[in-house]
């Protein structure tokens, strides 16, 4: 596999480092000179200086036998660019790009880049995992791929507490896929009694997430 | 007459702004920088604000600033900042989220300018009007020869 990745930050180099790691071969492209000359000292050849917005900078790069480009400037714009010029000026299947501003996400949907990743959205679902304040938790959305992984908090007194998973009225296109427990995860058997306070990860089909969490909310 | 918004208060955007204005169009002008505004007002016999234009302060990219200064009525926007990353972003967020019906955009460099061409967007490329203008002059004579 080869893999462009542009922006030399934080989040370009220890990727960069991590892909070396594995085999993957890679080329780095950093528009700033000094950070350009810092890499090049750890990784040589790897790091190409340069505009990763630039075409020809791009086709220096081989963006044209890419298999993977990762757009992770600090520039959101630089970003959605350099994921569109990837895709329709040189055909490249995948891409991933940073969001550095979560307000941006919707060009990024509006522009069809995705998936994007934004620091401050992940780090928001890990609060939000280890807080238990919130009942719902999106652990893995591939809209693409149409699949959702929710975790939900089964309350007291909810439709789904003191019922087995055979007997959960889950909506067509949605399954439980595991229970945690006391700290611990399992996956369920069919048989299996479903308590309050019990958290369970449920795979389902996008749009059914209103449905599936009815059952495990207090009862209003 | 149509409402124009430009985005980027430059000399390209301050300048168009002005003749515009003057030609009777309805004018706003959004730009990050409050002292950009006084590119409207230079050698003008009246306030920008006092001739019936409109400015508002706020980032290009944002959501809000562009609804504020107008976006959703516009018939005509106007991509100059001095990024052209950010003004082909705008200008698609113009074109496609706010059905803008006329978008143009600046683009310095002349490859993204002609590939974004390519894929309908109105670029416009300074540096290839001035490469243009340059060897149409060395083509011709100059006072010395």
């Known amino acids: ?220 | 007459m149509p409402f124009v918004l430009i985005v980027g208060s430059g000399r390209v955007g301050s300048i168009v702004a002005r003749n515009l204005l003057a030609a009777g169009h309805e004018v706003s002008v959004l730009d990050g920088d409050p002292l950009s505004h006084e590119r409207l007002d230079e050698g003008q016999e009246s306030t920008w604000e006092g001739a019936g234009g409109r400015f508002t302060i706020g980032q290009a990219i944002e959501r809000d600033a562009l609804v504020e200064a107008g976006i959703e009525s516009a018939d005509v926007f106007i991509a100059a900042t001095n990024g052209d990353n950010t003004n082909l972003t705008i200008a698609q967020i113009a074109q496609k989220m706010f059905n803008v019906p006329r978008v143009l955009v600046r683009v310095m460099d002349p490859a993204r300018a002609e590939w974004y061409k390519a894929q309908g967007l109105e670029t416009i490329c300074p540096t290839s009007y001035a490469v243009q203008m340059f060897e149409q002059a060395l083509a011709t004579p100059g006072d010395e020869a």
């Open chain 1, 1 to 220: 596999m080869y893999a462009v990745v542009i922006g030399g930050g934080k989040v370009g180099l220890n990727l960069t480092r991590e892909l070396l790691a594995k085999g993957t071969e890679v080329t780095l492209v950093e528009s700033r000179r000094d950070r350009y000359l810092r890499m090049d000292a750890e990784l040589g050849f790897v790091v190409q200086y340069g505009d990763g917005t630039e075409l020809w900078v791009l086709e220096r790069a081989g963006i044209q036998r890419a298999d993977l480009v990762v757009a992770v400037t600090g520039d959101d714009e630089d970003n959605i660019l350099i994921c569109q010029i990837a895709r329709d000026k040189y055909q490249v299947d995948r891409f991933i790009s940073r969001v550095n501003n979560p307000r941006n996400r919707q060009y990024f949907e509006l522009l069809d880049i995705r998936p994007a990743f934004s620091a401050t959205d992940l780090i928001l679902r890990l609060i939000e995992h280890e807080v238990p304040d919130y009942g719902l938790v999106h652990l893995l959305d591939l809209p693409d791929e149409q699949l959702e992984v929710i975790e939900v908090v089964v309350c007291e007194g909810c439709t789904a507490a003191g019922l087995e998973v055979q007997q959960l009225a889950l909506p067509e296109g949605s399954i439980v896929i595991s229970v945690l427990r006391d700290g611990s995860g399992f996956v369920p058997k069919a048989d299996t009694v479903i308590d309050a306070g019990d958290e369970v990860l449920v795979c389902l089909d996008p749009g059914l997430e209103s449905q599936v969490t009815a059952l495990f909310d207090a009862a209003k």
